[in-house]
C-alpha cells in the first residue's frame, strides 16, 4: 500500500504541478486531494476510505460531496462527522470538492447537503470509529465495551492505558467496505450536534484570505469575456451571427476573437484589454423573433396551448364549492426573477486535444463534468472539474454556462483561460425563475373549515441546454427532464390544510418560446404562497375570523401547527379580524401571517408593512420566520439562513422583476434589476423550532415562500386590497388601490 | 514609463495601461484578494477600497487616478487602524473585521469586502453612527445572501468596541 501511496501522491502531485497551481491553493487543504487525485472519479462510495482519512498527527479529513455556496454546511457536516468519531472541530477538515477526489453525493440542491449527504455522513464516520475501537481493543488488551473515547484517544474505563487514532492507522487506508450498517449515537450523546458552532470559513472570508473562484489565477493564462447580445432572446432561438469585424478590437494588443458557430469570445493576455475588446468588438447578430412584452407576457402564457396534468385530485371540488358559505378566487401574476449572483460567475479552464481542468463554482461537479465532456468532445473522465466557492449562487446561475464558455475559450485558444463573465453576462443570459399565472379557488363552510380548493398553474420548466452549448454546437433549446420542482406544488398549495376536496392542475408551457428557467431558491413556491395564501387568507376574512385561528383550524399536523405557533409567539401576535382598520390615513400599517414550504420542511412568518398610499411605497418593518427542519444540526447557521430569506423574499417581493421588450430582456445591471438594500431592509426574526429526534431536512429555502404569503396578507390588512401581482413596486400598489 | 502607486503602505510599480481600471491592477498585478469584481459599473461595492482614507469603487477608477494617493485594501485594514489610533503594532484584525466574524454576519461573504472597506471609512468618521446613519452610509452596497441585519449589528458592535479601545 506504500508503493500505490506514493505512486499517488506523485501523479497526483504531478497533475497540479504541470498546471502549477502553488500558492493558489491554500496548502493544507490540498494535501490530501493531491493524494487521491490522480485518478477521475466518482470514488467507490462502498469504500470507508472514500468517506475519510484519518492521520497520524491524530486528525482526520472528511470528504464531503456537498458544496460550501454560503450556507454553512461545510461547518454542519463536520460537526455530524465530529459526534461519531468523537473528535474535536479542530481535528477535523473537509478538502475541495474534486471530481478526482471527492464522493458524487448527488448536486447541492433542494437545500438537502444536511438532509441528504448527512446520514451518509454519520454512518461511514460510526463505521469508521467502529474499525478504530476494534484496533484499539487490540492494542490494548481490552474488550470493546470497556473503551472510552475522547478527541481521538481511545482508553480503557476504569483501567490504564491510552492509545490515539492516529497512532492505530495514522495515515494508512482502513481497506474497509461501507456497509453502513455501524449503529449511530443516541442524541444523548452529542456533543456538537444541535450546536452553533462558528462557521469555519467566516475568518477567512472578512480577512480577505478566502479564496474564491473569481480570485483563481494559473501560470500562462489568457482572460477570455464572451460575446453575446446584451440580454437573452427567446431561448429557442439562440443567437445567430451575421457578421464579425475582428478589425474593430485591432488596436487592443494581444486581444483576438474565438469563434465557433455563434459562440464568440475574445482573449487576451490582460484582464482589461479582453473587458474592452468583448465591448468594442463589431457584430452584427439575426434579428430575433417576437416575444410578449413583459405587460402581456402573463395573457399570452394563460391563453397558450399547454401540456396539462393533474397533480393532486381528492374528493369533489365542485359539489363542494356549490354548497359553501363563503368562497374566493385569486388570480396572481409572478415575474420572471434572476438569481443575480452579486459576483457574477467565473471559471478557469485548461482544455488540451486529450483533457480538461476546469475550476469553477458549480453545484454539482459531476453533472458539470458531464456536461463539459459533451461540449467539448471529450470523454468524462478526461475532464476534471474543481469547485471553488464564488458569490452566492442561490440555484442554477450561469455556473454551468461559464464552465463551458471558459472550457470552449481555452479549447479554441489553446491556452488556460479565465472567464469572469459581465453583469450583463449573468442578469442577461441567467437560468430565470420562471414567471407564473396562479388561478385559486377556495371554500369554506360557516364554521370556517375549508372545503374545497382548486389551483391552477400556467409556467414553462427550465433549460437543459447551457447557452454555451447552444451556440457552440448549434444546438436546440430543450427542457429540463422531471422534476416535481417544475410543477404545481401539492406541499404549497393547500398541502399544510386539512382539506377534503381539492384539485390541483399544472399546465405546462414550452420553455423554448420563453426565456431559460431554472432552479431558483424556493422554485415557484413564492408564486404558488402568494396566490395560495392569499386565498385562505381571504376565506379566513370572509368567515370573520382572525387568520391565525383560522389556520389553526384547518391544520392537523402538529409539526405544520408548530412552526405557525412559534411565528405567531415570535410576532407577539394578538387576534383580530384582518383588515378591521383600513383607513384613509397616508400611512398605514397592517400585519399577515403565512405557510409555506419548498420540498420537506415546514415554514411559517408573520410581516408587519407599512403602505405608503399617496407614495406606493411598501415597506416591510419587522419580518418573523420560523422553521422546523427536524434535526437542526446548526442552529445558529439555520439562524442566518431564516434572517437571509426573509430578506429576499422581502426583495423578491417588493423589487426583483426581470424586464423584457418584444425582442430581449432589459434587465442588465443592478439599475435595471433592483434588489433589497440597506436603506429598506426589515428587520427579521428567525425561530428555529429544533427537533433532534426527527429527520434533518432542508432549511434554507422554506420560509421564503411563507414570507411571501404573510407580506401579501400584510398589504391587505393595511389596506384593503390584494395584490394581484408582484413585486409589490409603488406604481402597481397605487393601481391597485385606485381600482380598488 | 511605469507608474508607481502605493498599496497598503508599500510603494508598488505597475506596468498596467494607465487606463486600466484599479481593481485590476489590485487583482491581477498585486494579486490582492480583497477588491473583486461584482458589475464594474460602481453600482454594488465589490471593489471598495480606501484611497486616502474614502471608500472609493476601483472597478471605475483607473489606476492612473491614485498615483500620488494612498490605496488601502482589505487586507491593509488593521495596519490602517493602528495608524490612525497610533497603536505600537496592527492587531490581527480591524474591529469590524472581528466583529463581522462575532455576529456570524457573512454567508458567501463575496460582498464583506466592500461592507468592510465602508464600514471602517464609517467608523473613521463617525464614531457612534445611528442605525439610520449606518443604512444611510452603507447603502451603496448589495449583500445578496441577505445578512444587512447582521451587517448593522456589526458596525454597532464594532463602534462599541472602538469606542472602549480609545478610552
Not at chain 1, 498546471?19 to 486531494?33: H, K, N, R, T, W
Not at chain 1, 364554521?447 to 391552477?456: D, R, T
Request: charge should be positive; hydrophobic fraction near 40%; proline fraction near 6%.
Amino acid at each position: 500500500m506504500k508503493t500505490l501511496r506514493r505512486e499517488f501522491l506523485k501523479s497526483g502531485g504531478a497533475m497540479v504541478v504541470g498546471f502549477s497551481l502553488q500558492g493558489v491553493l491554500p496548502g493544507q487543504i490540498q494535501a490530501q486531494a493531491l493524494a487521491r487525485g490522480s485518478a477521475p472519479g466518482p470514488p467507490d462510495a462502498k469504500q470507508i476510505d472514500t468517506w475519510l482519512a484519518v492521520h497520524a498527527d491524530n486528525t482526520a479529513t472528511i470528504y464531503i460531496g456537498f458544496a460550501e455556496l454560503g450556507q454553512g454546511n461545510s461547518t454542519a457536516l463536520l460537526q455530524i462527522a465530529a459526534d461519531e468519531l468523537d473528535l474535536d472541530m479542530s481535528q477535523l477538515s473537509s478538502v475541495r470538492l474534486d471530481t478526482n477526489v471527492t464522493p458524487n453525493q448527488g448536486g447541492t440542491y433542494s437545500s438537502a447537503s444536511i438532509q441528504r449527504g448527512g446520514p451518509q455522513i454519520r454512518t461511514a464516520s460510526a463505521e469508521a470509529r467502529a474499525a478504530l475501537l476494534k484496533l484499539a481493543s487490540q492494542k490494548l488488551n481490552a474488550p470493546l465495551d470497556r473503551l472510552t473515547v475522547s478527541e481521538g484517544v481511545v482508553s480503557v474505563r476504569g483501567g490504564t492505558g491510552s492509545v490515539k487514532y492516529g497512532d492505530l492507522v495514522g495515515d494508512k487506508p482502513f481497506n474497509l467496505a461501507f456497509t453502513n450498517s455501524a449503529p449511530v449515537k443516541p442524541i444523548t450523546e452529542y456533543k456538537l450536534v444541535g450546536k452553533p458552532v462558528p462557521r469555519r470559513d467566516s475568518p477567512n472570508k472578512v480577512t480577505g484570505k478566502y479564496i474564491y473562484m473569481q480570485h483563481v489565477r494559473v501560470p500562462d493564462m489568457l482572460h477570455g469575456r464572451v460575446v453575446r447580445p446584451r440580454g437573452q432572446r427567446m431561448y429557442g432561438a439562440g443567437a445567430k451571427v451575421v457578421n464579425i469585424d475582428e478589425s474593430s478590437i485591432r488596436a487592443i494588443p494581444g486581444a483576438r476573437v474565438v469563434r465557433k458557430n455563434d459562440f464568440v469570445g475574445v482573449v487576451a493576455p490582460a484582464e482589461w484589454d479582453a473587458v474592452r475588446a468583448a465591448q468594442q468588438l463589431k457584430i452584427t447578430w439575426a434579428a430575433p423573433p417576437a416575444l410578449p412584452d413583459s405587460a402581456s407576457v402573463y395573457q399570452q402564457m394563460r391563453l397558450a396551448k399547454t401540456e396539462d396534468r393533474v397533480v393532486g385530485q381528492k374528493g369533489d371540488i365542485e359539489a363542494a364549492f356549490g354548497g359553501a358559505p363563503h368562497t374566493t378566487t385569486q388570480t396572481v401574476h409572478g415575474p420572471y426573477q434572476s438569481h443575480a449572483p452579486f459576483g457574477p460567475n467565473c471559471a478557469v479552464a485548461n482544455v488540451t486535444a486529450d483533457s480538461a481542468l476546469v475550476m469553477c463554482s458549480t453545484q454539482d461537479v459531476y453533472g458539470t463534468r458531464t456536461s463539459l465532456a459533451r461540449v467539448l468532445g471529450l470523454a468524462p473522465e478526461k475532464v476534471r472539474v474543481q469547485y471553488y466557492e464564488g458569490s452566492g449562487t442561490y440555484g442554477h446561475s450561469c455556473y454551468d454556462d461559464v464552465a463551458q464558455a471558459a472550457g470552449l475559450l481555452s479549447q479554441l485558444a489553446g491556452k488556460p483561460v479565465r472567464l469572469q463573465f459581465m453583469r450583463w453576462d449573468e442578469l442577461g443570459w441567467d437560468n430565470y425563475g420562471p414567471a407564473h399565472v396562479g388561478e385559486v379557488r377556495a371554500a369554506a363552510d360557516a364554521n370556517g373549515k375549508i372545503v374545497a380548493y382548486e389551483y391552477q398553474g400556467w409556467h414553462h420548466g427550465w433549460s437543459n441546454v447551457e447557452t454555451s452549448e447552444q451556440l457552440a454546437l448549434s444546438k436546440p433549446g430543450a427542457e429540463w427532464p422531471g422534476g416535481a420542482a417544475q410543477q404545481v406544488s401539492p406541499l404549497n398549495c393547500g398541502g399544510m390544510y386539512d382539506i377534503p376536496n381539492l384539485r390541483l392542475v399544472n399546465h405546462k408551457l414550452p420553455v423554448t418560446e420563453y426565456f431559460k428557467g431554472g432552479w431558483l431558491r424556493s422554485p415557484l413556491d413564492l408564486s404558488f404562497s402568494f396566490a395560495s395564501e392569499q386565498a385562505i387568507d381571504h376565506l379566513a376574512y370572509l368567515a370573520g375570523i382572525d387568520p391565525y385561528e383560522f389556520r389553526q383550524r384547518n391544520i392537523k399536523d402538529p409539526r405544520w401547527l408548530g412552526v405557525l405557533d412559534a411565528a405567531a409567539k415570535a410576532a407577539g401576535w394578538k387576534p383580530s379580524k384582518a383588515a378591521a382598520k383600513v383607513s384613509t390615513a397616508q400611512i398605514v400599517t397592517g400585519r399577515g401571517i403565512g405557510v409555506g414550504t419548498h420540498l420537506a420542511s415546514y415554514g411559517a412568518a408573520v410581516a408587519e408593512i407599512e403602505v405608503n398610499r399617496e407614495t406606493g411605497k411598501v415597506l416591510a418593518k419587522h419580518l418573523y420566520g420560523a422553521i422546523d427542519a427536524g434535526q437542526v444540526v446548526n442552529p445558529g447557521n439555520v439562524e442566518a439562513q431564516i434572517g437571509g430569506q426573509l430578506v429576499q423574499a422581502a426583495s423578491r417581493m417588493f423589487y426583483e422583476e426581470i424586464a423584457f421588450n418584444t425582442t430581449n430582456v432589459t434587465s442588465l445591471d443592478w439599475s435595471t434589476y433592483k434588489v433589497m438594500r440597506f436603506d429598506e431592509c426589515p428587520q427579521v426574526h428567525p425561530v428555529v423550532v429544533q427537533r433532534l429526534d426527527q429527520r434533518s431536512s432542508g432549511a434554507g429555502e422554506e420560509v421564503m415562500a411563507a414570507a411571501a404569503g404573510a407580506i401579501a396578507n400584510a398589504f391587505f390588512d393595511a389596506t384593503g386590497v390584494r395584490m394581484k401581482q408582484y413585486p409589490l413596486t409603488p406604481a402597481r400598489v397605487l393601481a391597485a388601490l385606485k381600482s380598488a | 514609463m511605469a507608474l508607481t502607486i502605493t498599496v497598503n503602505e508599500r510603494q508598488r510599480t505597475i506596468t498596467s495601461a494607465p487606463d486600466t481600471p484599479l481593481l485590476y491592477v489590485l487583482s491581477n498585478e498585486l494579486e490582492l484578494q480583497g477588491p473583486r469584481f461584482g458589475c464594474g459599473l460602481a453600482q454594488c461595492g465589490s471593489c471598495s477600497v480606501l484611497v486616502n482614507g474614502v471608500e472609493t469603487r476601483s472597478c471605475v477608477t483607473p489606476v492612473s487616478a491614485v498615483s500620488r494617493k494612498s490605496v488601502t485594501t482589505l487586507e491593509g485594514l488593521p495596519a490602517w487602524y493602528a495608524a490612525q489610533k497610533k497603536l505600537p503594532q496592527a492587531p490581527a484584525m480591524h474591529p469590524v473585521q472581528q466583529a463581522m466574524l462575532d455576529e456570524q454576519a457573512a454567508q458567501c461573504g463575496y460582498c464583506y469586502n466592500g461592507m468592510i472597506v465602508k464600514a471602517s471609512e464609517l467608523l473613521s468618521k463617525n464614531a457612534s453612527p445611528t442605525d439610520a446613519q449606518i443604512r444611510t452610509a452603507m447603502n451603496g452596497h448589495i449583500c445578496r445572501c441577505g445578512t444587512y441585519p447582521r451587517i448593522i449589528h456589526a458596525v454597532q458592535r464594532a463602534s462599541r468596541v472602538m469606542a472602549g479601545a480609545a478610552r
